[in-house]
């Protein structure tokens, strides 16, 4: 025989609260299951059956209206595999960034070797990439022409160049 559910005043009540201001099935067959077993001494097992869910539900229906309160929750998500905190990595990319302001040409695999020496075991380039992304770091295409590039000397050669260019006889 299982054991019966101690449900206390205050849990009917909340469930009680709950039934009256419900908007959905759900919402309603969550306070009833709570009641019909804390008011009426009913088993989880005969309560899932009148309300067609299953016997696990029953309990945790129980446990939202007992937590209805608690704020506090732990909620799932985060990062839970971080091989570094977010200021550490700030600190790392902080050697980069100097470099990158100064006009110098950085490159994803050389910040990825940095990153690997760092942590002491291989990472998968895909780290590096949601690393520079999760700091706002982005890809600058370079400039198309080049810094001694002199556009009137371009233009003079396109008006004074020959239309056909022929091979070296």
């Known amino acids: 025989m ?8 205050e849990e009917i009540e909340r469930a ?19 009641i ?8 989880a097992d005969l309560v899932s059956e009148i309300l067609g869910v299953s016997r696990r539900t029953i309990f945790r229906s ?4 007992r937590n209805l309160d608690v704020t506090d929750n732990k909620l799932w998500g985060g ?15 902080k050697k980069w960034e100097n470099l990158a302001t100064g006009g110098g040409i950085l490159t994803v695999p050389s910040i990825h070797a940095a990153l690997v020496e760092r942590l002491g075991h291989d990472v998968p380039m895909s780290t590096t990439y949601r690393l520079l992304a999760r700091h706002g770091w982005r890809k600058i295409q370079p400039d198309t022409k080049h810094p001694k590039s002199d556009p009137a000397l371009q233009d003079e050669f396109k008006k004074n160049s020959p239309k ?4 070296p006889a």
């Open 36 to 43: 019909l077993i804390g008011k009426l001494g009913l088993t």
């Open 2 to 9: 299982s054991r019966q559910a101690n449900i206390g005043k």
């Open 79 to 93: 990062r839970r595999h971080c091989s570094m905190t977010v200021e550490e990595e700030e600190e790392f990319l």
């Open 164 to 167: 056909k260019w022929l091979p």
């Open 16 to 34: 009680k609260q709950m039934r009256d201001q419900s908007t959905s099935i759900t919402q309603y067959r969550k306070s009833l299951s709570v």
């Open 62 to 65: 129980r446990d939202e209206i």
